[in-house]
Structures are given as structure tokens and as C-alpha cells.
T-cell receptor
Framework: AQSVTQLDSHVSVSEGTPVLLRCNYSSSYSPSLFWYVQHPNKGLQLLLKYTSAATLVKGINGFEAEFKKSETSFHLTKPSAHMSDAAEYFC????????????FGAGTRLAVHP | ETGVTQSPTHLIKTRGQQVTLRCSSQ?????VSWYQQALGQGPQFIFQYYREEENGRGNFPPRFSGLQFPNYSSELNVNALELDDSALYLCASSIGQGALGGYTFGSGTRLTVV
């Protein structure tokens, strides 16, 4: 069975400083991995996805993530945080069983301070 | 192009009652999935519908049921509501059964059971 562990429940950064949100996954085969963001009272928005192409994945709003098979990690980074980045972030693995279901991590709440 | 719309946005029900939540898929999407997001947790997969049939189910009891209509809109029905059913219910649509293109999520229905 596949699973996702987000290593930090809360991350706090100052505006303009780098962001690092950590995610480890468990999968018996090559996974599809995603990062979604959820702003208060909003639905989930896809930030980026990894589907066995390039290991460094670029997403929207300046975010990127690197797939490291040897470390079973898929950490999300951004060089410079903006106040609008404050939200809940979910690392997600897709499990294919004839249908696809998304397995979510518990989430990381990102706070950005001026 | 419209996104995924869910109704109602908020709902309060009494324990033991039944509830129906509705979802309109994004134009061109023929697969719909439902997720339950309890407070402070990541979304959990309930089930997926493809071509009007349930083709995948998570660890939810039979009192959680659904429908998908020919226009690909969908309903989630929950019978005999329990207090623990209080959560944000998210609908997600996609093209085909695969998640490689990512899912489009609605903003959710917040259900409170008292």
C-alpha cells in the first residue's frame, strides 16, 4: 500500500525567504506524486505533478519539487515566499488499481510573516 | 470553461438524518471522485464514478453511496448520519480514470452533524 508522510505540520517563514515543505512517500512501484494547495474556504488547487518524466518538476507560482527515488522524497520548495503563499499544502500520491485514487498526507500549514 | 461546483456550501443536519450533496463536473470531465476531509486532516477517498458506475471505493461503510448522471454530475448520499460524519466533502473531476492530468476539485460542502 502506498502512503505519504509530511514531516512538518506547521512551517513559518518570513516574506522573501525560501520555503521548504518536506514529504516522504512509500510506494511499491514508480508513483505519480502531486502537491496541492488549499486556501481557507477554497478547494484544492494543483501546484505540480511528477509522473516519471523529469525529476525536477516546476509548478505554478514559482514552486518546484524534486523527486528523489533513493530518499523516497518529494520536497516542495520556493525561493522567495510571498504573503499570498500562506495556506495548507498537501503532498499526494496516486494509487492505480484499475481506478485512480489520491492518497493525501496530513498537510503542512505554511505561515508567512511580513 | 467552468470548474467543479458543489452545493450546498454549508449544511447542518441532525444525527440519524440523511443528506445529499451535489457536484457538477468540469466541462469535458467524465470521472468524479468524492473525498471526506475531517478537520485538521488530509482528504480521504470515499469512491469514484466512471461512466455512471462506481469503480473504486475507500474504507467507508455502505451508508455512503453515490450516483453519477449522464451529464457526469454526481451526488453523494449519506444515510443515518453520525457525529463523526461532520467534515468538508470534496468533489473532484477528471478525464478518464487516470489522475495523470490531475483532478479539478470543487470548494466543498461543509457538513455539520449535531
Amino acid at each position: 500500500a502506498q502512503s505519504v508522510t509530511q514531516l512538518d505540520s506547521h512551517v513559518s517563514v518570513s516574506e522573501g525567504t525560501p520555503v521548504l515543505l518536506r514529504c516522504n512517500y512509500s510506494s511499491s512501484y514508480s508513483p505519480s506524486l502531486f502537491w496541492y494547495v488549499q486556501h481557507p474556504n477554497k478547494g484544492l488547487q494543483l501546484l505540480l505533478k511528477y509522473t516519471s518524466a523529469a525529476t525536477l518538476v516546476k509548478g505554478i507560482n514559482g514552486f518546484e519539487a524534486e523527486f528523489k527515488k533513493s530518499e523516497t522524497s518529494f520536497h516542495l520548495t520556493k525561493p522567495s515566499a510571498h504573503m499570498s503563499d500562506a495556506a495548507e499544502y498537501f503532498c499526494v500520491v496516486s494509487e492505480a488499481q484499475g481506478y485512480n485514487k489520491l492518497i493525501f498526507g496530513a498537510g503542512t500549514r505554511l505561515a508567512v510573516h511580513p | 470553461e467552468t470548474g467543479v461546483t458543489q452545493s450546498p456550501t454549508h449544511l447542518i443536519k441532525t444525527r440519524g438524518q440523511q443528506v445529499t450533496l451535489r457536484c457538477s463536473s468540469q466541462s469535458g470531465h467524465n470521472t468524479v471522485s468524492w473525498y471526506q476531509q475531517a478537520l485538521g486532516q488530509g482528504p480521504q477517498f470515499i469512491f469514484q464514478y466512471y461512466r455512471e458506475e462506481e469503480n473504486g471505493r475507500g474504507n467507508f461503510p455502505p451508508r455512503f453511496s453515490g450516483l453519477q448522471f449522464p451529464n457526469y454530475s454526481s451526488e453523494l448520499n449519506v444515510n443515518a448520519l453520525e457525529l463523526d460524519d461532520s467534515a468538508l466533502y470534496l468533489c473532484a473531476s477528471s478525464i478518464g480514470q487516470g489522475a495523470l492530468g490531475g483532478y479539478t476539485f470543487g470548494s466543498g460542502t461543509r457538513l455539520t452533524v449535531v
